[in-house]
């Protein structure tokens, strides 16, 4: 009967291990920090969106194999564990840069015309790219366009928004130049690759016009460095700021 007892024995340390896996190592409390895109929630159903995963020992073994499951606008995820059954999140988001309006869906790119999704939501604080026609594109690949100068300066124009944190909802392209839609303001910007001057200069301008509600068409074509920026203002605009100023 030695070897039912030492089976028995054996039996007993894998029921004890399998046990302390399922249940000693299982994660109770997952903490999120860093995304400015989505919630904690999402995060969560998409990282331990795998069978079992919620347990440290598999979700280490997917993380291995797979790597860990993310999100379209998710650069990359650090995992802290803090303790045996609390891991932390660290996420790092993708810069989406703009987007533009696809057969009722909206086409997010980041800062290198890389397509990183298409939905049908339209995210906030995401520019709308107007005006210029965009060839096929694919996931995970850049835009194929005809005008390859173009495309440069609607990147530019987009990493300097993002970088500046301005307001524009809208980026048109015309023939010779490119205008701004930020608020009630119509920035005009000639056509050229880089916006680095013109962007710097804009953003405590056009950060007034919205505080003050303020409306009409900044000219920025020929801009140099230095120069003075005038909003020329509707006349819807004058009328408002002239009633707020008798009531005042």
């Not at 073994?61 to 995992?79: A, Q, R, T, W």
Request: hydrophobic share 35%.
């Amino acid at each position: 009967m030695r070897w039912y007892k030492k089976l028995l024995a054996v039996l007993c340390v894998f029921g004890v291990i399998a046990l302390f896996i399922f249940f000693g190592l299982r994660i109770q409390k997952v903490n999120v920090e860093g995304t400015e895109i989505y919630t904690e929630e999402e995060i969560k159903q998409s990282v331990f969106s795998r069978k079992y995963s919620d347990n440290e020992l598999f979700f280490a073994i997917y993380s291995k194999i797979y790597g860990i499951n993310k999100l379209p606008f998710v650069e990359d995820i650090e995992v802290t564990y803090d303790n045996m059954n609390t891991v932390t999140l660290h996420v790092y988001d993708k810069t989406i840069s703009g987007c533009i309006k696809y057969m009722g869906q909206y086409v997010y790119f980041d800062k290198d015309g890389i397509v990183l999704q298409s939905m049908q939501e339209k995210r906030d604080g995401v520019p709308v790219v107007t005006g210029i026609q965009f060839g096929t594109f694919t996931i995970g690949e850049a835009f194929q366009v005809k005008d390859d100068t173009l495309f440069q300066s609607i990147m530019n124009l987009s990493q300097q928004i993002s970088h500046h944190e301005i307001n524009v909802k809208r980026i048109h392209v015309e023939e010779e130049t490119i205008s701004l839609y930020s608020g009630n303001v119509k920035v005009l910007l000639e056509r050229k690759e880089q916006y680095d001057d013109e962007l710097s200069a804009l953003s405590s301008v056009l950060e007034t016009t919205e505080e003050k509600n303020l409306s009409g068409t900044i000219d920025m074509q020929g801009f140099e460095s230095g120069d003075k920026i005038i909003l020329k203002q509707s006349s819807s605009g004058k009328q408002k700021n002239q009633k707020k100023s008798s009531e005042n």
